[in-house]
């Protein structure tokens, strides 16, 4: 007898595809396996997940997967901006969107970097502070490691398959771990995250202007140049 389903969304961030290639071919097994117990509902990077907002996705969603690399120093992918700048926005007001939710994070990255695992430690923690529970320990992979990493993608994809095939009524009510689990080495990105999100919504009037701008220019460039072919016509 199938059980109340769990509704899944999966959000990633990646700048070179790595971490979007891996959590879907995750999905794509899971998907093969799930029965009747659960359902992906969606897969999105986290620009996308950032727009439809924290208080949809958890209305909308029993079981929140994310799968995240970092950039620069311990920076989000391009495309994952916005949804570390909400999860920030969320703590700060005190709300907590996604009380209704589980939660698991795939880290992915290099040990050349010392911050190669800042954005998915980050991402785990806000997730906590924003209600959800955390429901599998987070796996951390290492490219330097392929081995030992395809072992942990397995290890972790099978912990949180079993979770899902309990279904909804059998969610956890309490973190099966600290986000500081398996490293708590962290470098904070609160005040960067929030200048970027206010910047970029700073610039969309400059952005207009300038487009703006633009077009009166070429349209005097079209007009002289069709009076100095008239001249030489003449």
Avoid at 93 to 102: E, F, H, I, Q, T
Avoid at 106 to 113: A, D, K, P, R, V
Avoid at 197 to 211: E, R
Wanted: charged content about 20%.
């Amino acid at each position: 007898m199938c059980k109340t389903p769990s509704r899944i969304c999966v959000v990633y961030g990646s700048e070179s595809g790595t971490a979007e290639r891996g959590i879907r071919a995750i999905c794509k097994k899971w998907r093969a396996t799930a029965g009747c117990n659960f359902e992906v509902g969606a897969i999105m990077e986290g620009q996308a997940a950032a727009k439809i907002g924290l208080e949809a996705l958890g209305d909308s969603y029993d079981f929140l997967v994310f799968a995240t690399s970092s950039n620069g120093e311990g920076d989000p992918p391009s495309n994952f901006h916005a949804m570390l700048s909400a999860l920030y926005r969320a703590v700060d007001d005190g709300s907590k969107p996604l009380a209704k939710c589980r939660h698991a994070v795939l880290g992915y990255g290099c040990s050349h970097f010392d911050t190669f695992q800042n954005c998915p430690r980050l991402t785990d923690k806000l997730l906590g502070e924003c209600g959800s529970t955390r429901a599998a320990m987070r796996a951390e992979i290492d490219d330097i490691d392929e081995a030992g990493g395809d072992e942990l993608v397995k290890a972790w994809s099978n912990a949180v398959f079993e979770v899902l095939r309990g279904g909804a009524a059998a969610a956890p009510t309490k973190d099966v771990c600290a986000w500081s689990e398996p490293d708590s080495t962290l470098l904070d990105k609160h005040d960067e995250m929030l200048v970027a999100a206010a910047s970029a919504g700073d610039a969309l009037p400059f952005l207009v202007f300038g487009a703006l701008a633009a077009a009166g220019v070429a349209a005097y460039v079209a007009k002289f140049t069709n009076v100095f072919a008239a001249a030489e016509a003449a």
